[in-house]
């Protein structure tokens, strides 16, 4: 079983409110990412991570902002939360396949963020 | 264009059915095909993976990958309740260390038993 750990799993906030999710992997892994899923669509990346002081956004553009301070914490925050920012994150890490493959997603079990 | 297509269902059948989920894609670059599955309210988990064309068998689990008409299929012998999850495809190409993925809208399956 994956150790990644995402929190909170469920939060329901007014607009403007500032949110941060969090999630932490116990794996070592230096590659982490952010995934933005809404039911019946793809998995879209929004953030991701090569280590410890590099962040870059991904091919869905997003408001939020991400940190990476330790290699195990990787924390997604929302200055001011929208309706529009209802969805569900979900944050993984990787690592390798054998041989020179992309690496395996190791996701935690996602935040489901409700703004209303 | 999306990268990735998948029908996303969903597809119900008895337990013990072969079941047969599908993915197209549209990036001649990929090489590495995977299929990760989501059960209701989890994160998803990397099932199997195949690199370039070619079959890979892993139990009830048949990943085939059809180059020539990029073409993804992953079969499921002997079904189970068990199973009942969503399927999602997953490609990237070789030169892609970031281990960025694009992923399919997921196929939801349900077998009953």
């Known amino acids: 079983e994956a150790d990644i750990y995402q929190t909170p799993r469920y939060l329901v906030i007014g607009t403007g409110k500032k949110i941060t999710l969090e999630c932490s992997q116990t794996?070592?892994?230096?590659?982490m990412y952010w995934y933005q899923q809404d039911p019946g669509m793809e998995l879209h990346l929004i953030h991701y991570?090569?280590?410890?002081?590099?962040?870059e956004k991904g091919d869905l553009s997003s408001e939020s902002t991400v940190s990476r301070i330790r290699t195990e914490h990787f924390p997604l925050t929302l200055e001011s939360a929208r309706p529009s920012h209802t969805s569900q994150y979900l944050c993984?890490?990787?690592?390798?396949?054998?041989?020179?493959?992309?690496?395996?997603?190791?996701f935690g079990e996602g935040s489901r963020l409700t703004v209303l | 264009q999306k990268e990735v297509e998948q029908d996303p269902g969903p597809l119900s059948v008895p337990e013990g059915a072969i079941v047969s989920l599908n993915c197209t894609y549209s990036?001649?670059?990929?090489?590495?095909f995977m299929w990760y599955r989501q059960y209701s309210r989890k994160g998803p988990e990397l099932l199997m993976y195949?690199?370039?064309?070619g079959n890979k068998e892993d139990g009830r689990f048949t990943a085939q990958v059809d180059k020539s008409s990029k073409y993804i299929s992953l079969f499921i012998r002997d079904s189970q309740p068990s199973d009942s999850a969503t399927y999602l495809c997953?490609?990237?190409?070789?030169?892609?260390?970031?281990?960025?993925?694009?992923f399919g809208r997921g196929t939801q399956l349900t077998v009953w038993p």
């Open positions: 993984a890490s990787s690592d390798l396949l054998a041989g020179d493959g992309p690496g395996e997603l190791f």
């Open positions: 794996m070592g892994h230096d590659k």
């Open positions: 991570s090569y280590g410890v002081n590099s962040t």
């Open positions: 990036n001649s670059a990929f090489q590495y």
């Open positions: 195949t690199y370039s064309s």
């Open positions: 997953a490609n990237t190409d070789r030169g892609s260390t970031l281990g960025r993925l694009y």
